[in-house]
């Protein structure tokens, strides 16, 4: 099971940083991948880590303003998130596999609630 939490409501240029926190103890085996529902949209990739947290990929809308990282030993993996901007305003939802990484939502079978992320202008 996976719960994300850190979501919340800043203003532009503002930052937040969200976990996705997991119980399982073979979440290293996992990647993780993190997406995003703004309203009226359908979900997207936003950026996703391997295993060791070694190798980090973005989508373009996010790459130099967000950072993917992973504490095994925690059994979580952050996304962290400065410069947002209205754009940003989604709900935010991590995800995890087995095998190997992947930005297509539907290749991901474990998820977690989302949690929600609001950028004011």
């Known amino acids: 099971q996976l719960v994300e939490s850190g979501g919340g409501l800043v203003q532009t240029g503002g930052s937040l940083r969200l976990s996705c926190s997991a119980s399982?103890?073979?979440?290293?085996?996992?990647?993780i991948g993190w997406f995003r529902r703004a309203s009226g949209k359908e979900r997207e990739f936003v950026s996703r880590i391997d295993r060791e947290g070694a190798i980090t990929y973005y989508a373009d809308s996010v790459k130099g303003r967000f950072t993917t990282s992973r504490d095994n030993a925690k059994n979580t993996v952050y996304l962290e998130m400065n410069n947002l901007k209205p754009e940003d305003t989604a709900v935010y939802y991590c995800a995890a596999r087995l095998y190997s990484g992947s930005p297509h939502e539907n290749q991901y079978p474990n998820w977690g609630q989302g949690t929600p992320v609001t950028v004011s202008s």
């Open positions: 399982k103890r073979t979440f290293s085996a996992y990647f």
